[in-house]
Nanobody
Framework: EVQLVESGGGLVQPGGSLRLSCAASGFTFSSYAMGWFRQAPGKEREGVATIDSNGRTIYADSVKGRFTISRDNAKNTLYLQMSVLKPEDTAMYYC????????????????????WGQGTQVTVSS
């Protein structure tokens, strides 16, 4: 059974930091591209950051320079280090897995992802 389980969300003040984790199982983690997506109430789900099977990363312009995506294939775990958090970062954050053959330029598109976690809430507020 495929599972993606996010953790690490919570309430943080603007300017603070948070690290999200996604534990994966039930598929060959190392062969999949992985991504973090987020959705705020009333808004479309958007790609935040992706990392392919070769470790190459893509970031949304809104988080570039503040967020870092990484993966530990030995632990089947995906991470998102978030720094200098802003109120507009408030959202439910989801991790997802896409087939390794997914074209790099399409990795921020939600429709390309095969497996999804249930999400972890991140709230940035003073």
């Amino acid at each position: 059974e495929v599972q993606l389980v996010e953790s690490g969300g919570g309430l943080v003040q603007p300017g603070g930091s948070l690290r999200l984790s996604c534990a994966a199982s039930g598929f060959t983690f190392s062969s999949y591209a992985m991504g973090w997506f987020r959705q705020a109430p009333g808004k479309e789900r958007e790609g935040v950051a992706t990392i392919d099977s070769n470790g190459r990363t893509i970031y949304a312009d809104s988080v570039k320079g503040r967020f870092t995506i990484s993966r530990d294939n030995a632990k089947n775990t995906l991470y998102l280090q978030m720094s200098v958090l802003k109120p507009e970062d408030t959202a439910m954050y989801y991790c997802a897995a896409a087939p390794g053959e997914t074209p790099r330029l399409l990795l921020l598109l939600t429709v390309r992802y095969r497996y999804w976690g249930q999400g972890t809430q991140v709230t940035v507020s003073s």
